[in-house]
């Protein structure tokens, strides 16, 4: 049998192209954050919880990944921010080409860039996009064993946001766990405990990126 190893100078000329869409980020001096998922964990709703708090002070643009249809672009549709629909088809993750296709579409400066990429917890880790951070969303119910089950996803990601608080009384997740477990695969990580539900521990999230989006417009003087 024959074998062709594509997986790796996929990702080598993935990373590539991930560099040129970060030079054409940084010209707009946009902040880029690459959301990442299981399906379910709450993408969409925090992702709308943050243009609500953050769309009359800054520009807003999502570039929403999934595999079919425009069902989180017509949800987030009533927040009147610009949105870019990418359908990836067959693939299971957004990566820096698909991306590449939308630069062209983006005619004015943001200063954040949300992206939503296809709900999964391994591949979407794998592919740079042009990103300035990766922010991994976990969501209690799907336990604190996640981190040690799925740890690249986790070692990468700068912001990492354990969703679904609310629900703790009634899940098998443990705080201190999860967070032992985010930690030992990446201690720099910022963590934060929320509810996309009720709101609780949004404010320190949004105050951490107030300050992202403070650095990146004094990074531009
Ligand atoms: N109880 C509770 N439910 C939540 C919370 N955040 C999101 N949900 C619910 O969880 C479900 C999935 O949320 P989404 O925001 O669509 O998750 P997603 O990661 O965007 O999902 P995909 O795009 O399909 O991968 C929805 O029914 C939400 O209302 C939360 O903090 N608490
Ligand atoms: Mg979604």
Redesign the pocket.
Known sequence: MKKVEVFKPVLVSNKERARENRKFFDGMDSLVINII????????????KLVEHFKNKHTILIIEG?IKGD??SS?LSKLKVDIVQINTLTECHLDAFMVAQVLPKIEKKYDLILV?N??NLVCPAEFEIGEDFKSA?L?TPEGDDKPLKYPLLFHLAKVVVI?????LPYVNFDLKKAREAIKGENPKAHVFE?????DEGLGELYRFLERKLDAKKKAKR
């Open positions: 998922s299981s399906p379910g964990a709450g993408k969409t709703s925090i992702i709308s999934d069902i989180d949800r939503e296809v709900g969303i969501s969703n679904k608080c609310d629900l929320v509810s996309a539900k009720t």
